[in-house]
């Protein structure tokens, strides 16, 4: 008796087999949307050095609908990165006291209340308040 | 205890006859308690002794009976039928060869297994006069979850990365070397770093987390692999940046 193993194809489908993997190509994904909105800001920035006018159209180019848009699809894209990893930080860095672990929530908690304070500090710093 | 008609759809494929699997169709009567390895063993027995696939315990403890059953990795013994409606789809564990209808080619994941030393390289040998090494509790349960992985290889069939690259070491191989590497009485932590912090080791996973989902024993090679990914760079940055630590 010969042996003849069959090896069989991999295709593209499997991002549709579970919804596990299409989450985590929708958290690939995201990458484009914040790798363009970085893209942006450098563009802003290559504006103000050109001096108010060119700053100014730059200001008045953001308040276009195609631009609104984008910021809302890279929010929402930038929010459930930010979110997904964060949940799977307790995996990353579990933390052992004595014989117990500390709870997944208590990690991932940490990394939410971080996030929310650094945010709060931007908008402070911005003069959102 | 009731009975019911199942139907299965079983991928076959003989390799002294067929050029390509096919799909064969059985309806069997079954009792409503029976897991998918009941019904494939009834098959057997009753329908059709051609039938090949790989089992042993019937428990969830060897590891042998990893398929596909509806397109999800599980162990046949751990899949029961009232968990399912219609026709149940049993295919051979995916991103491994077929040797012959469920039946795998296992080479590959053996190979890497041994490669990532899943065993205990104590940090200093000493004469069995000395007595046991031993460890606290705490030490255990730093490590003791990983020891639960009983090679099934429902996460190699989980694993995207695994099926795209088959060079990968894998989740479970990793997760044993972390095994290995977190037991306070081990010093072969080294050694297996030259597989698991390589290119092919760690460093392919792109954390899809599949791994984890699928594990019937509950081990979290994702976990593993995150924390040897973190380690590895800490030691690189050690090793560049701060020289003399390693002297």
């Not at chain 2, 049993?90 to 990532?116: G, N, S």
């Not at chain 2, 044993?176 to 306070?184: C, F, G, K």
């Not at chain 2, 690189?236 to 002297?247: I, R, S, T, V």
């Amino acid at each position: 008796m010969s042996r003849k193993p069959y090896v069989r194809e991999i295709t593209s489908e499997w991002i549709f087999r579970h919804p596990r993997y299409l989450r985590y190509m929708v958290r690939e994904f995201s990458c484009l949307f914040i790798g363009a909105w970085t893209l942006l800001m450098v563009w802003g920035l290559k504006q103000l050095a050109q001096g108010p006018a060119a700053w100014a159209a730059f200001l008045e180019c953001l308040k276009s609908p195609a631009s609104v848009g984008f910021h809302v699809l890279a929010l929402a894209f930038a929010a459930y990165h930010s979110i997904t990893w964060f949940n799977l930080t307790p995996k990353a860095l579990p933390l052992q006291i004595g014989e117990e672990f500390v709870p997944d929530a208590a990690i991932a908690g940490a990394h939410f209340a971080v996030w929310a304070a650094l945010s709060l500090a931007v908008l402070y710093f911005a003069g959102a308040f | 205890m009731g009975e019911r008609l199942v139907e299965l759809e079983v991928l076959r494929y003989n390799p002294e006859t067929d050029s390509e699997p096919h799909f064969q169709r059985y309806a069997a009567t079954c009792r409503e308690e029976w897991v998918v390895l009941d019904a494939l063993n009834h098959i057997k027995e009753t329908l059709d002794p051609t039938l090949s696939y790989r089992w042993s315990c019937h428990m969830a403890v060897c590891g042998s009976c990893g398929m596909m059953v509806n397109g999800e990795p599980k162990l046949a013994c751990k899949a029961f039928l009232r968990n399912y409606e219609g026709a149940i789809r049993v295919e051979p564990l995916r991103h491994f060869p077929i040797e012959r209808d469920l039946v795998t080619v296992m080479d590959d994941f053996m190979a890497k297994l041994a490669r990532v030393k899943p065993y205990l390289i104590p940090r200093q040998e000493r004469p069995f006069s000395e007595g046991e090494y031993r460890q606290t509790p705490a030490e255990l349960k730093r490590f003791k979850q990983y020891s639960m992985c009983i090679n099934c290889m429902l996460c190699y069939a989980a694993c995207p990365e695994y099926g795209l690259i088959p060079n990968y070491i894998g989740p479970a191989a990793i997760a044993l070397a972390h095994r290995y590497n977190q037991d306070s009485r081990d010093g072969g932590r080294e050694q297996r770093q030259q597989e698991i912090a390589a290119t092919e080791g760690v460093w392919e996973c792109s954390f899809v987390g599949a791994c984890s989902e699928v594990c019937p024993e509950h081990v979290d090679p994702a976990g593993a692999i995150q924390q040897v990914k973190i380690k590895s760079t800490v030691d690189w940055y050690q090793a560049h940046l701060m020289p003399w630590l390693n002297k």
